[in-house]
T-cell receptor, first 116, second 109 residues
Framework: GAVVSQHPSRVICKSGTSVKIECRSL??????MFWYRQFPKQSLMLMAT?????????EQGVEKDKFLINHASLTLSTLTVTSAHPEDSSFYIC????????????FGEGSRLTVL | SQKIEQNSEALNIQEGKTATLTCNYT??????LQWYRQDPGRGPVFLLL?????KEKRKERLKVTFDTTLKQSLFHITASQPADSATYLC????????FGAGTRLTVKP
């Protein structure tokens, strides 16, 4: 199956700093990737759809200036949490559809962000 | 607004029994419904996809049903094992996939 890798898996930062999370498709090309955040015992909430070579599409209520998404190549999308605050602490997960038309989403391992 | 409800936040069963998890949805007519497994601190892993014109799908010990009239999907794990303990998420749609909050299944030896 397709492999999606996220880095870093854990990050702790001070309030006010920016944090970048990378999502890579290792063995396939992904023109579209999705970013989710998940709070404890809650559902995955779709934040944005990342499109290679164009602007990301953000879900309602997600601040695009706060969560910067860049999808500069067919194998890499990045999410930058700018001026992070403690309420941004969460589990961030990316996903992509593999090749073929199976409808199966492949997820990264997730990135746990803790803002002090 | 669209809602996806997984009725039980947690389900505890004895090893060897069949686990049945429920996913109900409202204000939605998805052409696809999927089930994923998520272990603590990890990303979800795909299990099964069922289309709106399919009533039932099986894969090894897993079975999924999809009732578009009731707007409900049932997910069954037969002959459950402690290794099946995880959170199971239902997801609707494809390009704009939405997830339920999940049911945390614990299978006791």
């Amino acid at each position: 199956g397709a492999v999606v890798s996220q880095h870093p898996s854990r990050v702790i930062c001070k309030s006010g700093t920016s944090v970048k999370i990378e999502c890579r498709s290792l063995d396939f090309q992904a023109t579209t990737m999705f970013w989710y955040r998940q709070f404890p015992k809650q559902s995955l909430m779709l934040m944005a759809t990342s499109n290679e070579g164009s602007k990301a599409t953000y879900e309602q209520g997600v601040e695009k200036d706060k969560f910067l998404i860049n999808h500069a190549s067919l194998t890499l999308s990045t999410l930058t949490v700018t001026s992070a605050h403690p309420e941004d602490s969460s589990f961030y997960i990316c996903s992509a559809y593999g090749t073929g038309n199976t409808g199966e989403l492949f997820f990264g391992e997730g990135s746990r962000l803790t803002v002090l | 607004s669209q809602k996806i409800e997984q009725n039980s936040e947690a389900l505890n069963i004895q090893e060897g029994k069949t686990a049945t998890l429920t996913c109900n949805y409202t204000n939605y007519s998805p052409a696809y419904l999927q089930w994923y497994r998520q272990d603590p601190g990890r990303g979800p892993v795909f299990l099964l996809l069922i289309r709106e014109n399919e009533k039932e799908k099986r894969k090894e010990r897993l079975k999924v049903t999809f009732d578009t009239t009731l707007k409900q999907s049932l997910f069954h794990i037969t002959a459950s094992q402690p290794a099946d303990s995880a959170t199971y998420l239902c997801a609707l749609g494809l390009s704009d996939m939405r997830f339920g909050a999940g049911t945390r299944l614990t299978v006791k030896p």
